[in-house]
């Protein structure tokens, strides 16, 4: 995107090859990707970013992961519960981009309401991995990933409870930027789990997820848990290097579940971090093993409320029922996969009389000392680095019958969500033509270290 | 046998927006569904933003309950499915809430306050002739405190007198406007009898949209106990509603039916936080409440207590009097043209109490008061000036209202008089005292009621 940006600061004009080219792509390439659930009509998508081609992004379009209310789009979150449902507003990282000067050019595939691991929860279509059509994507931003990868987006973006920004842009071989909870505005992303859901861009590079950066992570008065944006700038000094930093292998990141070829890769990202001048630091964080369970409960939990607005009583599907009780239930029976009502019916009994102390408290018990770990680590060290998946790319259908399999996937990218601080998948070496991603994180409100050190890692890693 | 009641309230906040989002608190009348928005609509991606107002409206409350107002309160979500509650669940306070342990004192009685909290008030499902109904969401988000009173109240009567004790407080406070029949103000009461000092299985009474619907409901309810204890039948613990045009509750659900509403804290809003110089900022900022009021009008004004309940029942009508009485300081002369003239002219469709300032008030209840007019046509200009754009002070000087005290104007007319009666005036000086009446009369008609009657009779004595 960056160099796209420079090419329009010299000569507008070129703005239509891009857009042509990019729908050229579409056209190509998804219907084997499947990301698109929805794109824009050609002609007014130009004309919309010649009137933005003096904005900093230069009319250069976005890709949006339909969770993310977008005004001319509908956004479905890829349930046939809102199959039909048209946006009634600009979400307002979706306002930011257009004032910055990037327009909507379409909106992607994910797994239903954000859950899952695979996009195969979608209940429009399966989105495949660009590297290998056989396998997944990634999830739950599969549509945003793919799109990136496969060349049918500048960039995306995407939505993170449980990794979903970065387990996607790991599959697929592209950048994915989870900002600290707060940094982003949540408002207009529906929501998953309020208290881990953050909105972030997958790019193909650094450099953009830094310029994406500068453009959505804005304190906002409709987000009461938006933080003050420390007024960074993300790319301004991204090239100053590592020299001296402390990175941080965590031991329980590197055990049984991690494939045996990305164990080894990891030991060209300490060279690598070696050869630019970071120290490496052996490290702990002892209460990992309970980062799965604690996640599942608290965002289950969250989830069985945010989503019982779905009732069929307003906007949603409605079943054709004689009672009022009977609507709900069944609406809502047809109208969610059976992945999201796993998790409702997880949540709805995490929070019941009675199991209440047993469950959500202790999970919300656990989740303190899981935050406890990563401050403890980050007042001897600067950055964490770990790989993003214990697995490159699974087969499509591999997981999807055992949901338990399907969570163990999410190991090392959940911690981050319960600790709310930043992380940043790039892409570091491949393993028999799958990209494998390596995780950055920091700690709150880090990300410019956490893309400086990208950046650098970027530079200089040969695979 | 003991009758335990513990009321629990709902009070709208009459804040300009609702408790989460920017569409207007004042929903009453307004066409279904046109005063909403995606926030309080719950359309999906939207967030709830408090309402700063609210939260010093529901202070001022609890500070006027003789609250405790913690630093720290939080939000949860309260969990159920209703046609009428757009997100699934409402945001409310759980085991946090904005205040605990205060009380009210009724007719001498201390009822503790167990807690206030604020949430948002739920939309209206209007029944439809047919099989189906009509959901109206212009009043979901409304700024809501509930109050809770520990049980501490023992009768019907009681209960009753504590809901108008707490609309008085709330109104005085400026922060609901206290008509139940709108639901601005909702009371539900949960009630138990026993013989000893253990609690009685309780049963909940809802749907009580008056406080003469407070008194009867739970009169019906004790009744009907007392009535199942004395035959050894048990009471269930179940929910009823009351039907104020039948005068009976009815079965609204039982225990088995009772809901797990999964509270857990709201992760859209982060915790509330009251510091010490906010909650006394809003302290010093609290009108005199109505039980000091009345304490202060003992001693300052040495009115007798009825007069004082009248005065003191509302706000406006208290600080009236007390602006009257700065002008004129004759506080029972005040306190009765209030009661019986201002009260009786209020009634009429176009009276304003704006209408009148108290210094004009003052003014007329002075004439009135040191003879310069008579009553009767003080209470005439009142009811002019009450009704109207002019002041007691120009319809009484427009029309040459005051008395005549001119001793010799007077003489003037009751010469007039005595010529003009010859036969009267040699009755009376007959010894027909009862003529000097008549006589009378006749001045009064020709000085239209102006004339000061006992000037005049003391003039016409000594003239016959």
């Known amino acids: ?463 | 046998m003991r009758t335990v009641i513990g009321l629990e309230i709902h009070a709208q906040l009459l804040t300009d927006t609702k408790l989460f989002c920017d569409c207007s608190a004042d929903y009453f009348g307004k066409e279904p569904n046109t005063n909403t928005c995606p926030v309080c609509l719950g359309m999906p991606g939207t967030l709830p933003v408090l309402n700063e107002r609210a939260v010093e409206y529901g202070v001022r409350a609890a500070l006027a309950l003789n609250c405790e107002i913690p630093e720290r309160s939080k939000f949860d979500r309260k969990n159920y499915f209703y046609p009428d509650l757009p997100k699934g669940y409402q945001i409310s306070q759980f085991d946090e809430p904005l205040a605990v342990h205060g009380h009210l004192e009724v007719n001498g009685n201390v009822i503790r306050i167990r807690r206030v909290h604020l949430e948002e008030d739920a939309g209206k499902l209007i029944h439809q002739a047919g099989n189906y109904s009509s959901v109206d969401l212009n009043r979901v988000g409304v700024p809501l405190i509930e109050i809770v009173t520990e049980p501490d109240i023992q009768t019907p009567e009681e209960a009753r007198a504590f809901m108008e004790k707490l609309r008085q407080a709330l109104r005085y406070i400026e922060v609901c406007s206290g008509d139940m029949e709108k639901g601005s103000l909702r009371c539900d009461a949960n009630i138990s009898l026993s013989e000893d000092d253990e609690l009685g299985t309780k049963t909940e009474v809802k749907n009580m949209n008056s406080f003469r619907a407070v008194e009867k409901a739970l009169q019906f309810e004790q009744k009907r106990q007392k009535r199942a204890l004395n035959e050894g039948e048990k009471v269930e613990q179940v929910t009823l509603g009351w039907n104020a045009d039948k005068e009976e509750a009815k079965l609204m659900r039982s225990k088995e039916e009772a809901h797990d509403y999964r509270y857990f804290p709201e992760p859209d809003l982060v915790p509330l936080k009251i510091d010490e110089a906010w909650k006394e900022e809003i302290r010093e900022g609290l009108p005199e409440l109505p039980d000091e009021k009345r304490e202060r009008w003992a001693d300052e004004y040495g009115l007798p207590e009825y007069d004082i309940d009248v005065l003191t029942e509302d706000k406006k009508t208290a600080t009236y009097f007390e602006e009257t009485v700065a002008e004129y300081s004759s506080p029972k002369t005040v306190s009765n043209w209030m009661m019986s003239e201002v009260f009786r002219v209020m009634k009429l469709p176009e009276a304003e109490l704006e209408n009148v300032t108290p210094t004009e008030f003052a003014y007329l209840v002075k004439l009135a008061d040191d003879g310069e007019i008579n009553n009767n046509t003080a209470k005439e200009v009142l009811e002019e000036a009450f009704t109207s754009e002019d002041s007691p002070k120009d319809i009484v000087e427009e029309r040459g209202l005051k008395r005549i005290s001119d001793e010799g104007l007077i003489e003037e007319k009751i010469e007039e008089v005595i010529t003009e009666n010859e036969d009267a005036v040699e009755d009376y000086r007959n010894g027909n005292e009862k003529v000097l009446g008549f006589l009378i009369g006749q001045l009064m008609s020709k000085t239209k009621g102006k004339a000061d009657p006992n000037k005049a009779r003391e003039i016409l004595q000594e003239k016959l």
Request: glycine share 8%; with cysteine.
């Open chain 1, 1 to 463: 995107m960056h160099e796209l940006i420079d090419l329009l600061e010299e000569d507008p004009g070129k703005i239509e090859d891009l857009i042509d080219s990019l729908y050229d792509s579409i056209e190509k390439t998804d219907g084997e990707v499947q990301a698109y659930l929805e794109t824009a009509d050609k002609e007014p998508l130009l004309a919309e970013a010649r009137e933005k081609a003096e904005r900093p992004l230069k009319g250069v379009p976005g890709t949006i992961k339909d969770n993310i209310q977008t005004l001319g789009f509908k956004t479905t979150c890829a349930s046939r519960f809102l199959e039909d449902y048209d946006s009634v507003y600009d979400a307002t990282v979706i306002k930011l981009l257009n004032e910055a000067g990037s327009p909507v050019l379409g909106k992607v595939n994910m797994d239903e309401f954000a859950m899952g691991s695979s996009t195969e929860n979608s209940y429009f279509q399966t989105t495949r991995n660009p590297n290998d059509l056989t396998r997944v994507p990634g999830g739950s931003s599969g549509g945003s990933a793919a799109a990136v990868a496969a060349d049918e987006a500048i960039y995306a973006l995407g939505s993170d409870t449980g990794g979903s920004v970065r387990h996607p842009a790991a599959f697929c071989g592209v950048v994915g930027l989870k900002p600290t909870y707060g940094l982003v505005s949540r408002y207009g992303l529906t929501a998953f789990a309020s208290s881990l859901d953050q909105i972030g861009p997958i790019t193909k590079d650094v450099y953009d997820a830094a310029l994406l950066l500068n453009v959505i992570a804005e304190q906002d008065e409709m987000d009461s848990t938006s933080a003050a944006n420390p007024a960074v700038d993300y790319s301004d000094g991204i090239d100053r290097g590592v020299e001296g930093l402390k990175v941080g292998f965590p031991e329980e990141y590197f055990g049984d579940e991690l494939d045996e070829r990305i164990q080894d890769k990891a030991e060209r990202w300490k060279e690598t971090f070696e050869d630019i001048g970071a120290e490496i630091v052996d490290i702990s964080l002892p209460h990992t093993e309970y980062a799965i369970a604690t996640y599942y409960l608290i965002s289950s939990s969250e989830a069985s409320a945010n989503l019982a607005r779905f009732d069929g009583v307003r906007y949603t599907s409605r079943a054709d029922t004689e009672s009022i009780d009977e609507l709900f239930s069944k609406s809502r029976d047809e109208g969610f996969g059976a992945e999201v009502k796993r998790r409702i019916l997880l949540g709805t009994y995490a929070l019941s009389a009675g199991y209440y102390d047993e469950y959500y408290g202790k999970a919300q018990k656990a989740r303190r000392l899981i935050k406890g770990d990563f401050d403890d680590a980050f007042a001897e060290i600067d950055l964490i680095a770990a790989p993003t998946s214990p697995t490159p790319a699974f087969k499509i259908g591999e997981k999807i019958e055992d949901p338990l399999e399907m969570y163990l996937s999410d190991v090392f990218i959940v911690p981050i969500n319960l600790a709310g601080i930043p992380a940043m998948s790039i892409p570091a070496g491949e393993v028999q033509g799958l990209p494998v991603g390596m995780q950055l994180m920091g700690e709150s409100l880090s990300e410019e270290l956490i893309l400086r050190a990208g950046y650098a890692f970027e530079n200089a890693f040969t695979g």
